[in-house]
């Protein structure tokens, strides 16, 4: 080795050493401040799958009020609780000590005069509070009874009350003089409170919101408690026809619609989306029966796409709105709104998609492609505020006959089934205490890749041009063709064997990329010490 | 399914297939080329006193080459062959510029070497590079052809590593070499060639020798047997692409070819976009002539490993060409509106995959060589698969139709000569045809 190659290699092994030493260490860097929200959401360390799950539906909830949520296991919240002026407590189990005494320096700061410095706690479940109340020395300020069943009984405003069993983890009731107190729950001997507050503690005993009616009692509960005590009122409920697809036979529909319009019902058809063959008869039969359904007053909604799509990126998903959306513009069929699975809200991706609309129905099917990010992404601050949310109506009886109080809801209805469990549905729709709406009596508005709507005080106006629902009989063309050959009669997807390529490609490039550096090193023995250089190299080839 | 998804289809599996093809022969290609750098490089780096040289007659046709055969013949003067043991036969084919004047001088410099030059006129020679050929073989005394075109300037050792690799093996009929392009620095176009020719002629050739002992002879810069000439009654005056139209025969004979990449000329390639779509238009019906001769040979079990590489041409020429075509015509269809693919899962991840492969698959060949992996090389490689590869359609589309007028006007087969660039003077260019 000579002096030059020493030099070289001590340099190297310094410069290695630097790096070594002076290259930061991942997983030491502080953990970035939670988003800003109105509403602060504690879950458990450790938290079960459905936990999360409660979590996400108190978002959700909150979603639907036009209220920011964000949301983080109790250790990441850490130092952060002032910072929220609402804080809930969702089934929290396991959680750092150190949580408990910030929460206790909070409760004691000084109101002033706005109301800030000392947030509203809300406590869904039982142990977390008996905790918190424990290591404050407030132990003699609760009643324990252990694991129960309960009878929830709680009244909506203007309705009787309902009734519903439920599991009760650990429960406890408050003693003492409470602010607010709403439903009873009796467990055995013992019949207590299902809400109340007490100070800047509110607490809900029972946490099993898969029970509808919990649900809907604790929806309406967490409205008032995240608006400050203000007074909900029912809001709108909508009867929509679910999932009805084009080209299937139109009799039915029309059927349903005639008996409908004939009763007087405000309904909304929620229509699958279609992407080509816009004109053929059979779309323009079955857009005939919508077209006159709107002329009689029903509302149309796009369902979002499901199954058929593949490529579930943001484009491809708007791209497939837009087709849809001018295949029904074009046969004069103007949804109003875009209806969506209830996990569109948590990923950021249809988040984006559904901007575009101003009406979103979210219905309770659940969409297994698509994956939640919205911890990540900000809480429900991903949806932004431009929204006007329908909830799907909780089902209180075998009718579902349901309602979730707080928010604008939807009932959804499948003219698939009978037609005697059809028309009991809707009477019971009907006869409900929230009287049913029409979409057409709300502002909507939306935009595509290709058109444009905007509706209120009676004027729709598609694409800059204001548009009549009046309904207009199709002209069928009788020999219309269909284009088809023998080719048309087949069809192929490439979507298995374009993962088989990507799979073999990635496989390739590797390989390639290995016989790059293979390469290199060859050449660079061959010809890195050789004296000629390039010039000399070409001219000697010439 | 509509026609426009049927077609995409069809070019889908058509691209992808050959380009599934194409890295296949890279990977045996670039195997075969470490091999050969690694343990044949010392053993050939000088004449090996030990071997009985055999006597090599080396034949370059000229024709209007003056402008070129100066430095082709020096070259070839300056083997380190023994030069007791070749002879040099130039047939100045019916040139009319000066060819023979210079090629007369570089006698007079050298009158100790044995340098022949023949003239034909317009009634003996002026026929095409098989014409001359065996205008040449006629007088030849060597046991071993060598040839070569007259724009090339073959390495020192060139001839000696493609006679030393004849002699190893009985069965091998012939050994071809490497060749580069001289003038790759001249314009955009043989920048392009020069890719082209290190992708797609040397790194393919090396490929298919690997896995299968396959070879095409490339018109230059290769030895072959005597005998094999004289059993086959020459070349066949008939074909553009004598070479491959010999490559055929001689595999057919039972002999194999050798490909053997440390035996480098360089060559001049076509430096204007007129000249090269001429040269490659000949080049192109030669290959389609030879193919539609030999095509009936990929159903004879007898012909012996050539029915694979007849296959090779076959899909290069029909399956790439009809499948270029339908994915640009459905391209320009979608973007005028005029059609769209409701193939489930069509993505334009498809073709980016496939322009990814491609590129890779290109580079290695390049890093193989020296001065040649570069990020300005990178850059054309994809310029070239937006512009070489369209022009590439061009050219066997052309190709396709001249051989149809050729075959109903019953047109007789003719050279048409590759023009000729001064590369002399830096910065301009004479053109010579």
Redesign the interface.
Known sequence: MNFSTMCKRAAALLLALFLFTAWPVPGRAAEAPLPDAQVLIVYSDEASEGMVEDAYRVAELLTYEGISAVFAPASRCRGELSRYGHIVFCRVETYPRSILQEMSDLEKAPQTAGGAGRPAFLFLGNPFLKDYLDSTGRGERYTAFGEATGVLAYEFPGLESSRALTRLDELIFLKGERDYEAGTLAAGQETGYFCCRQGTITHICADGLDEPLVLSAFSGELARWASDGAERSFRARYLVLDKIYPFQDPEQLYETVKALAERGTPYTISVMPVY?HGDYPAMQRFCEVLRYAQSRGAAIVLHAPLDQM??LSVDALNQAVSQAVSAYVQQGVYPLGLQVPENWLMNSDTAEVMSRFRTILVSTDRDERIAADWEEKGGNRILGGEHDWIAPAAALDELDDGYAIAASTATYLDIRQSQFGFSRRVEACEQSAIPLQSLWDSAHSFYTNSDTMTYGRGELTVNGRRVSTVFVPTEYDEAFSY?R?Q????????????RK??T??SA??V???V??F???Q??RR??LYEKED?EE??AN?? | ???A??LS?YA?IAI?GLM?LN?FLS?GG?TYM?KV??KE?EKRARPDPAIDYPMVTVMVPAHNECIVIQKTVLALLNFDYPPDRYEIIVINDNSTDNTAQVLMEIQKKNPTRRLAVINTDNIMGGKGKSNALNIALSISTGSVIAIYDADN?PAPDALRILVENLMEDEKLGAVIGKF?T?NR?ASLLTRFVNIETLAYQCMNQAGRYFFFKLCTIPGTNYVIRRSIIDEIGGWDTKALSEDTEISFRLYRMGYYIKFMPLAVT?EQEPQKLKQWFKQRTRWAKGNLYVLLKNFKYVFDPEAGPMRMDVLYYGLVYILMLTSLICSDTIFVLGVLGLCSV??????T??WV?AI??FE??V??TL?????E?STENAFLILLMLFTYSKMWVAVVVNAIIKSIQDAVYHKETVWDKTERFD?TQSGTIRSKT
């Not at chain 1, 192929?492 to 374009?498: A, F, N, Q």
């Not at chain 2, 409701?342 to 993505?347: H, I, K, P, R, V």
């Not at chain 2, 890093?367 to 001065?371: G, I, L, M, Q, R």
Request: proline fraction near 0%; aromatic fraction near 16%.
């Open positions: 080509t593949t490529d284009g050959n080719l048309q009669r087949f069809s192929w997807d490439l979507t298995e064997g374009s390529l990507i073999a490609v390739v490039s390989v390639f990329l016989f790059l293979l390469a290199r060859s050449n061959r010809f390039k190299y070409w080839k010439r | 399914m509509t026609l998804d049927c289809l889908i992808w599934f890295i990977v670039f470490l750098n690694k490089r300037t580069r001289r620095n360089w409701t193939l489930g899962g069509f993505s991840l498809l995959m990814l492969l890779l698959n580079l290695i890093a193989v060589e020296k001065n992996f590369e």
